[in-house]
């Protein structure tokens, strides 16, 4: 089994995370993902997550295409109300009213009780996994095992337009070199008698370097052949090492600089709408051909059925050291 999700990052949420004027009016392109993603899924017959920003729920200009994603059949998760990376800088009752607020939006749009996480910028702190808990949530995605965080942070800054106080905010974006030490197989976080089945981002086994289709597309601009290549030999990775792979989709693998040009300083935005959406559709073949691709949400119910997970502390998660402070205590 394996599982493919896509967080739903709107335009703003970009726009707002470079220190770009006017997010705050929150310009959308969700209409536009909506249009080109549902008919490649449906071709290629997968249901999957897509972790939905809480914000954008909230709009009455993208309920449209929030409730067709529902309507299609795939799970909405948790991406946060405000997509803010550094949610693990929150106070525990500030993470309850972000978690809330998401829960509320997306319910009142898409009939849908999110049962699964997945923080902005894959930003997690021990409050983060006990307000889950708290919730009823059954799975947490929000770990990235890789060791590129700080190289994927610095090319990040040096085109962001942003103050000391927004640098310090962003500070771990992206996470640290440390969080290549994480496991890439699920797992369960435990805290008393609570719960919750953690689900990484999958990145390459052995270098673990990310695999997700971002970075697939990043190679394609020069070599197509070499990314099919490299995303082949990571799926044949993870079965001879017995890691079941969740993979991440992000609005712009689908979208060019000629459908979003105010977007030009991500990678891979050179490439055009088309031929990303050509690249993607031939990795997901190779993807639903090695393994049975499910929602998070199936693949983590099947995980806790299965009871052979390994469980870790609460405390054992990678965050900034200012976050490892249990929950009640002075900040």
């Not at 995980?303 to 976050?323: D, E, F, I, K, M």
Request: hydrophobic fraction near 40%; aromatic fraction near 10%; include cysteine.
């Amino acid at each position: 089994m394996a599982s493919l999700s896509l967080d739903a990052d709107n335009l703003w949420a970009y726009q707002m995370t470079h220190g770009d004027p006017g997010w705050d009016t929150y310009p959308t392109y969700l209409d536009a993902l909506a249009d080109v993603v549902l008919p490649m899924l449906d071709d290629l017959k997968l249901k999957i997550t897509f972790f939905t920003v809480g914000q954008d729920a909230a709009l009455e200009k993208n309920h449209r295409a929030v409730a067709a994603l529902a309507a299609a059949g795939h799970e909405i998760g948790n991406h946060s109300f405000r997509h803010q990376p550094w949610l693990h800088r929150y106070s525990l009752d500030e993470i309850h009213t972000e978690l809330a607020r998401t829960e509320e939006a997306l319910h009142a749009v898409t009939g849908q009780r999110p049962v699964g996480f997945r923080g902005p910028g894959y930003s997690l702190s021990p409050d983060v996994l006990r307000a889950l808990m708290d919730r009823g949530y059954e799975y947490d995605a929000s770990t990235l095992p890789t060791v590129i965080g700080p190289l994927a942070r610095r090319y990040y800054f040096r085109s962001a337009k942003l103050t000391e106080q927004q640098r310090s905010e962003r500070a771990h974006l992206f996470g640290s070199a440390r969080d290549g030490l994480q496991s890439l197989k699920p797992y369960r976080w435990v805290a008393g008698p609570q719960s919750l089945v953690e689900i990484p981002v999958t990145t390459m086994p052995l270098t673990r370097v990310p695999i997700h289709m971002s970075y697939v597309l990043y190679l394609a601009g020069p070599s197509p052949a070499a990314a099919y290549r490299y995303f082949a030999g990571a799926l044949r990775l993870c079965s001879l090492r017995r890691v079941q792979p969740s993979i991440l989709l992000h609005p712009l693998d689908f979208l060019g600089a000629d459908d979003v040009d105010s977007l030009q300083f991500f990678p891979g935005m050179s490439l055009t709408g088309a031929r990303k959406r050509e690249t993607v559709v031939r990795c997901l073949r190779m993807f639903t051909e090695r393994f049975d691709v499910v929602p998070l949400r199936d693949h983590a119910r099947a995980l806790a059925a299965s009871g052979s997970l390994p469980t870790r502390s609460l405390w054992q998660v990678h965050s900034p050291a200012s976050s490892l402070v249990p929950a009640g205590a002075s900040r």
